[in-house]
């Protein structure tokens, strides 16, 4: 299993701050499919993506036991 952490608005859409799911051996344009589909409303397009504390991209292969974070856009002054 995995864990994927939510951060900021991501994590209100999904009432928590994180999950498990099995995300072994898939993409993360996968897993962001999969969890659109739980979550339709959540912004996966336009948030950055980090495994293991690395940011990755949607072609990236997901291991066993990596924790995957969705970060999305900031903006400030």
Do not use: C, R, Y
Not at 19 to 29: D, F, I, N, P, Y
Request: hydrophobic content about 50%; cysteine-free; charged content about 25%.
């Amino acid at each position: 299993m995995n864990k994927v952490l939510f951060f900021a608005a991501l994590k209100d859409v999904v009432g928590k701050e994180s999950l498990q799911v099995e995300a072994s051996g898939k993409t993360v344009s996968e897993i962001k499919a999969l969890l659109q589909n739980d979550f339709p409303a959540l912004p996966l397009d336009v948030a950055m993506t980090a495994i293991n504390e690395e940011f990755a991209l949607d072609d990236d292969i997901i291991a066993k036991e990596d924790v995957i974070a969705f970060i999305p856009p900031v903006s400030g002054g």
